[in-house]
């Protein structure tokens, strides 16, 4: 059996190569994005925004929480016939579903066109983005597998580098061919349905797909479905506001809430890095009732989470318009503070960690269910009072006070019942110790300086020195970090000499 510190070096040198993955990824569908922003009116951009969010909605209720099923079941069988049994089961179940809401879906084509879209021709531009919900929930279980057997490369090849990047160059070539508004929806379903493919080759390459299985159908459901309620209730907590302003006002403020919205999800890909490896080794820790270790490994995730993404998180707070100007346009500038206010709910993400992952690894899915289904119950009731006085702006804000809340929840759970926390005495120093000396100098600067797409890299790059700085020199460092320090070397193949020196780890 590993130690704690060896399934924390593991888990740190898959989240290197996550991040690197994820970073790359969410790049690429920032560039997506900033394509179809830059060469499409706001009012049709805000269509597409509403499309991507319907397939989003559709292929995560059509996955029926088999996404995260899937890698808990295979982590916890040897025999390979039960793993078999877990990725069949997984596939039958999830392309059925997905085959059922796009079928739904394309029966109710005529009313989503009336009642949310107004760019002429809805219809058409509409129906690829339906036909992408199975391919790309098959992708999705495809992943699931690759993730069950933690094979880190697999998935970032997939998931964060051909998937997007297949997007973006299908994207480029149809709106050169002019294509037009359609050209999004050909470009998911093209993308999709061989990505699809791909992930399938690879898994099987993994652990071969054909021979005997057993299914674990009953099981695999009993504890997906209160993953798929959660998954939905979530997945609509961040896509309802797009379709309300869609509803409640016009493309034109659901446009300028789709320039915001991206970039502040940003923040979510530090945590996300992390969440690869971590379910699997979560639910290795709780079969094992290694309860103690799991808290270890999930606060110093979290401090470091933390701390890689605050960096980011100020930036976005202090040159909002900038930053939106940067990657849009000036056109864009209008939607600063509902960016300021997204980025504030997303953070708190960081500041949480993993904490769905870990209770969903404690077996605790229904739990995430209510936790999440208050949230959402909160978020459409916030949306209905704010959006008709604020439009784009009442969303923001009903999304941000919605993830805090659910994040309060779901701590407070894992405190109680578990005495499971992401804060330590080092998380709690470190929490404020990065805000107390950075927000100042951090203001003063972007009083005077512009950001462009030069000065940009230069500020990441000084607030994540500075950020490191702080934590080593107010008492934040903790035995433990020597293995992040460790895992980053592995990854860049440096040895961080004088980083060591200038960063000493205590002793005890």
Known sequence: MKSTSEELSTLLSSATLVFVGTVVGVVA?????????????????????IALAIVSIGSTLAGLGLTQGVPRYMSRFDDPGDVRGVVVTGFVVALSGATVVAALLWLNL??????????????????????????????????GGIRGLENTLYKTLVGDLFFPFGR?????????????????GYAYLIAASTSFVLAL???????????????????MVAFSVPLI???????????????MIGYFDSSFATGLYGYAYPLATGLLLVVASFGFLYLPLASRF????????????????????????FPAFLTFVMFPGDILAIFFSDRARPAALA????????????AFGRNRETLSALGQTKVIMVA???????????????????????????????????????????????????????????????????????????????????TLPLVLVGTAIASVAVVAATGCLQPEDEIVITAFEDAVGVELTVLRRILPLPSD
């Open 29 to 49: 569908r920032l560039g997506e994005r900033i394509i179809l922003g830059r060469a499409l009116a706001t009012d049709v951009y805000g269509d597409v925004t």
């Open 110 to 143: 005529g009313w989503l066109a009336s009642a949310l879209f107004e760019t002429p021709g809805a219809m058409v531009f509409l129906l690829p983005f339906i036909l992408t919900i199975p391919f790309q929930v098959g992708m999705k279980i495809s992943i």
């Open 168 to 184: 973006i160059a299908l994207l480029g070539l149809l709106l050169w061919a002019g294509y037009g508004v359609a050209a999004a």
């Open 201 to 219: 080759w690879l898994l099987n390459r993994l652990f071969t797909l054909v021979g005997q299985f057993q299914t674990r159908t009953r099981e």
């Open 229 to 243: 309620v959660a998954a939905v209730l979530n997945i609509l907590l961040t896509r309802t506001d797009t379709v």
């Open 286 to 309: 709780d079969a094992n009732d290694r309860h103690e270790e799991l808290d270890a490994v999930y606060k110093i995730t979290t401090k470091w989470a933390f701390v890689a993404t």
């Open 339 to 350: 960016f300021v206010v997204l980025a504030g709910g997303f953070f708190t993400n960081a």
């Open 372 to 454: 999440n289904g208050f949230a959402y119950v909160l978020n459409v009731c916030l949306n209905l009072l704010l959006i008709p006085l604020y439009s784009y702006l009442g969303a923001a804000v009903a999304s941000a006070i919605s993830y805090v809340s659910l994040n309060l929840v779901i701590y407070l759970v894992l405190r109680r019942r578990f005495d499971i926390s992401p804060f330590s005495h080092w998380t709690r120093r470190t929490f404020v110790a990065l805000p107390a000396v950075l927000v100042v100098p951090a203001y003063l600067l972007s009083q005077w300086l512009t950001l462009s797409y030069s």
